[in-house]
């Protein structure tokens, strides 16, 4: 155990959400050490691989202990890194954990440990959407960014529907994710420094369409990838493996789009359960890994008012436990449904995890990028498709 802390500050300066993305963008493992002089005993976070496993915080355990640790507004933090493991208490994912975390800190939910804040009861609710997360990734590897691009805020950098085959990485500053909807358009996402841009499917496969437009929500300076490179350790990649990235990368597409319509319309997809059968609960701890062969898959996730309808998928695409990529779906937060015609084939979780290990720093990071932004859309969807519930008797009124 290391007595000196690798990372130390204070909460009321980088907020407890803005931490734990730090602490997993950086893949740490190790013990995070919070302590308040309006509490008596210190709180202990323990992250694997940049993952909260497990928290204790007065007579708190897990989940709950963590979420009570976004209202130590005024408190301090330090991180030591450790690398025995720590039994996993905390199933969901780094994302899904920030964005509970926040809102019931924002809902009053979470009571909040600190001074008397005369703020309280200040905080305007009129309706509009609510903000939406910023996704930030590691420090950029330069040796694989051939050139630089600057746009002014405002400025449109890719439209939704157009095609092109490049990746950026954020440098500096912060892009929308934008779709459009009939009611106008939607911010899915909002990309920090580290952060990628653009999808791989039309990376790796041509004449694919951009699922988004790029906004520049501020001034921005952007990496643009070698293509050269990417490109050859795609190649050098197992056909699963190669699988497993575009399905990735199919599944925010459709989980994208999924949000955009829970903003105007509740779900629907959940009707066709009625004709599928369970293939993973959620929940479940089974550890298996599956490539669809023939028919089709829902995702979906148990919510109080039934099942919530996340993405539909086909053949190539894979399904099942993937403990190094956590996009906040199954088997822990989502489960999956299969058409009665499906057929799967079994992949080997622990050799994709190897080959994962094995990449360049920048393609984990990529696919890194894109569960998380996997994770943040499907909280999104569910907050959206909550609204919509709630005010369908107020739009069915005359």
């Known amino acids: 155990m290391e007595k000196q802390a690798a990372l130390a500050g204070k909460l009321n300066f980088i907020h407890l959400g803005d931490l734990l993305q730090l602490l997993g963008s950086n893949g740490s493992t190790g013990r995070l050490e919070v302590t308040s002089r309006y509490v008596q005993n210190a709180a202990t976070v323990f992250i694997e691989n940049g993952n909260p496993v497990d928290a204790c915080a007065g007579e ?8 009570a640790l976004f209202g130590w507004t ?3 933090f330090a991180f030591f890194p450790e690398f025995h493991r720590h039994p996993r208490e905390i199933q969901c994912s780094r994302m899904e954990i920030i964005l509970d975390g926040l809102r019931m800190l924002d809902d ?3 009571p909040k440990v600190g001074p008397v804040s005369f703020l309280q009861g200040a905080r305007q609710d009129d309706g509009k959407q609510r903000a939406v997360p910023l996704i930030r990734g590691p420090l950029v590897d330069y040796m694989y960014v051939v050139d630089e691009e600057n746009f002014v805020r405002g400025e449109t950098i890719a439209l939704e529907g157009s095609h092109g085959n490049w990746l950026w990485v954020v440098l500096e500053g912060v892009v929308d994710m934008i779709k459009d909807t009939p009611q106008g358009p939607v911010t899915l996402l909002k990309i920090g420094d580290g952060g990628f841009l653009g999808s791989l499917e039309s990376f790796f496969r041509q004449g694919k369409s951009r699922r988004a437009t790029v906004i520049a929500a501020s001034d921005v300076q952007l990496g643009v990838l070698d293509a050269q490179r990417l490109s050859n350790e795609y190649a050098l990649m197992s056909i699963n493996f190669r699988g497993l990235m575009l399905s990735l990368d199919s599944r925010l597409k459709k989980v994208s789009s999924r949000a955009a319509a829970a903003f105007q319309a509740p779900d629907e997809m959940a009707e066709s359960l009625r004709d599928m059968k369970v293939l993973i609960p959620q929940s479940s701890v089974d550890g298996r890994v599956f490539c669809i062969e023939k028919g089709e898959a829902l995702v979906c996730r148990e919510t109080p008012t039934g099942f919530l309808g996340f993405a539909r998928l086909g053949p190539g695409e894979i399904i099942g436990c993937l403990p ?10 989502a489960g999956v449904f299969g058409s009665p015609n499906i057929e799967l084939r079994e992949l080997d979780p622990i050799g994709l995890a190897e080959e994962f290990y094995r990449l360049s720093t920048t393609m984990r990071n990529i696919l890194n990028n894109i569960a998380t932004s996997i994770s943040v859309t499907t909280m999104l969807t569910c907050d959206w498709n909550c609204r919509v519930k709630q005010e369908e008797p107020t739009r069915e009124q005359p």
Do not use: I
Not at 60 to 67: E, Y
């Open 108 to 110: 009053g939910k979470t």
């Open 60 to 67: 708190l355990t897990g989940l709950p202990a963590l979420f």
């Open 324 to 333: 190094f990529l956590n996009a906040g779906h199954e088997p822990h937060s």
């Open 74 to 76: 005024e408190a301090a």
